[in-house]
């Protein structure tokens, strides 16, 4: 998934943030060396997963990709951290809900972003309350992400065949024994580059 987009639309619609919001590799270090003013967010990438086996044939899965939306707040006003979680957890969170529950990174690809949960994470001090908020889309993997497509596109073009049909019926022709071609073609026709049957 293409964090990026999940980052413009934070500081679109995450009015609280007002604009502070990047995007990091992972949560360990990011609370030594971010230094974006609080509140902010940082997004990160999280595992994904597949549900469902692919056919014999071909790969067709569902695959969950999921990012994680880590807040952070200050925690000065209150060193016991009660002001700074019910500002992260509710305030925030119901920010970080209307801006992204539903949510499509690409139209084209990804079902509505969905929500997963949420935890408190260890700080490196007092000043700063960090929250983790965990969502996910899906997206199908199809035949045309895998191999199957590249061998397919190597083949040559098809540029339409002529086809010429030597049928028989051994009980309407009492002077055949054996049935098979007798060289005789009763049915011919050309089936253009367009791949449209003939009627």
Not at 6 to 20: E, K, N, V, W, Y
Not at 73 to 94: C, F, I, K, W, Y
Not at 108 to 115: C, E, H, K, L
């Amino acid at each position: 998934m293409n964090l990026n987009l999940i980052i413009d639309q934070l500081r679109q619609h995450c009015p609280s943030f007002a604009g502070r919001v990047a995007g990091a590799a992972e949560y360990k270090g990011l609370a030594e060396t971010a230094n974006l003013p609080t509140p902010s967010a940082y997004v990160i990438y999280m595992d994904d997963e597949v549900q469902g086996e692919g056919s014999l044939n071909e790969t067709r899965q569902t695959l969950v990709e999921g990012f994680a939306v880590i807040v952070c707040v200050s925690n000065v006003p209150d060193e016991r951290g009660q002001s700074a979680v019910n500002l992260a957890h509710h305030t925030m969170r119901a920010e970080l809900w209307a801006a992204l529950l539903g949510y499509q990174p690409d139209k084209t690809i990804y079902n509505g972003v969905f929500y997963q949960g949420s935890n408190l994470l260890p700080a490196k001090d007092r000043a700063r309350l960090w929250m983790r908020f965990d969502f996910a889309a899906e997206m199908q993997i199809g035949p045309e992400d895998g191999w199957q497509a590249v061998d397919l596109a190597a083949l040559p073009h098809f540029d339409g065949m002529n086809v010429k049909v030597d049928d028989i019926d051994p009980a309407a022709d009492p002077n055949i024994k054996y049935p098979g071609p007798d060289g005789r073609i009763e049915h011919e026709f050309n089936i253009p580059k367009s791949g449209n049957l003939p009627t």
